[in-house]
């Protein structure tokens, strides 16, 4: 089992929401943490809640990968080898993907997708070199099960990094350093704000921010999770090295109806030409993926 004490965690996302709750719940387990986020006034005042000598804040748009590797090395230098990565900061953007533009696409992939990609590629390999292990966790969301017309980028972000951090769980597994996702419903944050901090560079294709609209949707993160609620469910799990991290039960059963309808998707057609050298590799593949899967469970 992952013991936090005395390791370096960096948090992105960090100033606000369920960062907080990570950088403030690491804390309390003896960890040292940094958190990266674009709001440098939210680092300010996060810095200040915490209170401890142990954290540092970063100011970084977690979508540049120059800006990742300079945080890295910065938080490197002043806390030592970062060995707990949690690829946290997200956006969300509440419209169809048919009334998108290109510069919607570009804003929330940049943050929600190659946010998370920045950071792994940023610090898997230099977690292999410190060789001590760790984990890494990437937030998703249940959108990354569940979707509906609107957010539509946002539910494809989601569901990518889903199945970007199922395959590095693998890949990593052999090198002591466990990959997990976390999957929350409602949070009480402040991703109703996310228009704030869109770039300039990005604006142009922007839909005119619905104040009214925001307003509701403040409204409705008030009734969200507690972010120390998840922030303490989620490093249980790692310290089981669970891949899913379901913090909300609430969601139990509408993905049982998903699995449900998908598996109901399937026909049993008749055999094709070539069915059964088929299944001879499919076979053996489904049995060396299951041996992986178990071993990496550690079942
Ligand atoms: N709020 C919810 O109901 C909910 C539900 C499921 C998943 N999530 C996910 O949880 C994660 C955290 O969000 P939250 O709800 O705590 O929101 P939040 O807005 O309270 O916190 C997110 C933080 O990310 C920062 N950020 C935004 N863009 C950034 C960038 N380009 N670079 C660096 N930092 C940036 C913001 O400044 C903010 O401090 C996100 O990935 C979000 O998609 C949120």
């Not at 005042?45 to 540092?56: E, F, G, M, R």
């Not at 901090?197 to 142009?204: E, G, Q, S, T």
């Not at 925001?214 to 303490?232: C, K, S, T, W």
């Not at 039960?249 to 998908?262: A, M, Q, R, S, V």
Request: charged share 25%.
């Amino acid at each position: 089992m992952i013991d936090f004490a005395g390791r370096t965690a960096f948090v992105t996302g960090g100033a606000n929401g369920i960062g907080l709750g990570l950088a403030r719940t690491l804390l309390a387990e003896g960890a040292k943490v940094a958190i990266a986020d674009i709001r440098e006034d939210a680092i300010e005042a996060a810095l200040k809640t915490l209170d401890n000598q142990h954290v540092i804040g970063i100011p970084l748009d977690v979508a540049s990968r120059e800006g990742f590797a300079a945080a890295a090395d910065r938080a490197e230098a002043e806390l030592g080898p970062v060995t707990l990565l949690f690829n946290n900061a997200g956006i969300n953007l509440f419209q169809t993907i048919d009334d998108s533009s290109y510069e919607d696409w570009d804003w929330v992939l940049g943050v929600n997708l190659h946010g998370v990609i920045n950071g792994v590629m940023t610090f898997a390999n230099r977690m292999k070199a410190h060789g001590q292990g760790g984990h890494i966790v990437n937030t998703a969301s249940m959108a990354s099960f569940i979707s509906n017309g609107a957010p539509g980028i946002y539910n494809t972000t989601k569901f990518a990094v889903r199945g970007m951090s199922e395959s590095l769980r693998y890949s990593l597994a052999p090198h002591g350093i466990g990959v997990s996702v976390l999957c929350p419903g409602l949070v009480k944050s402040h991703i109703y704000a996310s228009d704030d901090v869109r770039p300039d560079d990005l604006k142009a294709g922007a839909k005119p921010v619905n104040a009214e609209f925001v307003a509701r949707l403040e409204q409705v993160h008030q009734y969200g999770m507690e972010p120390d609620v998840i922030a303490r469910r989620a490093l249980d799990a790692v310290k089981e090295n669970r891949f899913h991290i379901f913090a909300h039960p609430e969601f139990k059963e509408e993905l049982g109806e998903i699995f449900d309808e998908i598996l109901a998707d399937f026909r049993d057609y008749p055999q094709d030409p070539g069915y059964d050298q088929r299944i001879g590799f499919e076979t053996m593949r489904r049995d060396n993926f299951r041996a992986t899967r178990r071993s990496v469970r550690g079942a």
